[in-house]
């Protein structure tokens, strides 16, 4: 197969990797120099106008175009390799998977650029990228797109299990998140066991589980010589381990009842229990919803009792909490929690906003809302109301002022000031202009500040530097 790229349809490039600090004009110094450039685009954040991170350089010619992308791929600009890989319009190519590998145990000093090399031998090479920490270290795993999936292939079967750098690398098919989570469930093969008696030795634990497959290894975790309570069991089938934990948890080894269930890493647990969590707060939020109540601006001498005391008067209350500190003193704000919602509002219309006998603040009471809900409604209040910088760079529509005479000279002619007030007694009639006094044309204020100086004055008048004229 050949290896050279096949003509693109566009001379669009997509260049990723990119520094925050890196700006159109810098990418304009580096690809102007390939050839003629229709548009640079750095892709920014809508609110802060912060780089994303990547942008798209468009030229005139497709083969400047190829150019760049042999020459200038891997380039460091502000001291970071960029990424570039032809503009793909049609998402579809990239989340179809055809020609995509994934490569993990990767040594630390291989790049995007050694990884290029390396790969590029089996074909042509859409997309190649290096998982990169904050600190720009690599991860260990990379990504490799080939423009079909027969190189793909090849590479695989030429690059699995071989030394790359100082490492062993693994070398498969990209998988997406979706189905690597659906073949995770349906091929696991390791046990955690937790809850274990500390007499449970690793022959106690085979002798428990052999029953339900073969085992290729047990393991109890230990510091030193003491049992820290947990351990791993390893099955040859999938099918064994599930038997087993479905029969063994919650069982009795040595008289102490123990739990089982797949063995996980640590981000995936803790990715899980925040999903159980999340769940448990919305499951929460609906089940109180309408009646928990939120009260602030308690003081010091308000405990627990003489809120439940004072609340107790719109019906009854199932939980009253003021929060505290790690030092038992009051927060200032607590709940309180109804049988029903007609209690609940009651209590809102009755007590938002009195003051406690013997207080000096008043309350503020309302529906208990989550964290996040309460985040969304200040956003969508404060949202119209924040100021946005004016943009210098847009033209302004400027005034057409008609100059009565004698304030402007024939010298300081065409361009136009504003009139200054006459001193005039305050109750005498102003001066009016006549049809022959004013000036048979106007004139136009080409830009804002072009020809005016100084600051306007109290009465929004512009101070000018013609003056009077007489």
């Known amino acids: 197969m ?3 790229p096949k003509p693109h349809p566009s001379a669009s490039l997509y260049v990723g990797d990119l520094s925050p600090n890196v700006t159109e004009g810098m990418l304009f110094e580096l690809f102007s120099q390939i050839g003629p450039l229709a548009s640079i685009r750095v892709c920014r954040d809508t609110l802060t106008r912060r780089s994303l991170g990547y942008a798209y350089v468009n030229f005139h010619s497709v083969v400047d175009a190829e150019r760049a992308l042999d020459t200038l791929n891997n380039y460091a600009i502000k001291g ?9 319009r049609d998402p579809s190519i990239r989340k179809s998977g055809i020609g995509n590998i994934f490569i993990k ?16 031998a089996f074909g042509n090479i859409l997309s190649c990228k290096v998982a990169m920490d904050e600190n720009g270290n690599s991860k260990g795993f990379a990504f490799v797109h080939f423009e ?3 190189s ?23 998988q997406a998140k979706k189905e690597r989570k659906k073949q995770k469930d349906s091929s696991w093969t390791n046990v955690y066991i937790k809850d274990i008696d500390p007499s449970v030795t690793e022959n106690d634990l085979r002798q428990a589980f052999q029953f339900y497959g073969n085992i290729t290894s047990a393991v109890i975790m230990r510091k030193g010589d003491a049992s820290l309570g947990f351990g791993f069991v390893n099955f040859e089938r999938h099918e064994n381990a599930q038997a087993a934990v479905e029969n063994l948890h919650q069982s009795e080894i040595n008289g102490k009842k123990i739990w089982c269930g797949r063995a996980q890493k640590k981000a995936e647990r803790q990715s899980e229990l925040q999903q159980k969590f999340k769940q448990l707060k919305i499951e929460q939020f609906n089940k109180y919803q309408g009646i928990n109540l939120y009260i602030k601006n308690l003081e010091d001498e308000i405990d627990e009792e003489r809120l439940k005391k004072e609340f107790s008067v ?19 704000f607590g709940f309180i929690c109804y049988t029903n919602a007609e209690e609940a509002q009651n209590a809102i219309n009755d007590m938002n906003s009195r003051i406690l006998s013997g207080c000096n603040k008043p309350l503020y009471v309302a529906l208990h809302e989550p964290k996040d809900i309460r985040r969304q409604k200040l956003a969508q209040r404060n949202g119209p109301m924040r100021k946005i ?70 009465g929004g008048r512009q101070q000018t530097s013609a003056g009077r004229a007489g």
């Not at 970071?80 to 793909?88: D, F, V």
């Not at 145990?105 to 590029?120: A, M, Q, R, V």
């Not at 033209?395 to 136009?416: E, H, I, W």
Request: proline share 11%.
């Open 2 to 4: 050949s290896n050279i």
């Open 314 to 332: 719109y019906g009854q209350i199932r939980s009253a909490k003021i929060m505290q500190d790690e030092t038992g003193n009051s927060k200032g």
């Open 389 to 458: 910088r004016p943009n210098t760079n847009v033209p302004v529509a400027t005034p057409v002022f008609q100059v009565p005479p004698g304030y402007y000279s024939s010298t300081s002619a065409p361009f136009a000031v504003l009139p200054q007030p006459m001193t005039q007694p305050r109750n005498a009639p102003r001066t009016a202009w006549t049809s022959s006094q004013m000036p048979p044309q106007q004139y136009q204020v080409q830009s804002p500040g072009q020809y005016m100086t100084g600051r306007p004055s109290r």
């Open 105 to 120: 145990n990767l040594d630390p000093t291989i790049g995007h650029k050694e990884l290029y090399d390396t790969f590029s």
């Open 148 to 150: 079909n999936a027969e």
């Open 80 to 88: 970071k390799p960029c990424r570039i890989m032809w503009s793909q």
């Open 152 to 174: 793909a292939d090849k590479a695989i079967d030429l690059v699995n299990e071989r030394l790359l750098g100082t490492k062993k690398v693994f070398v498969g098919k990209f």
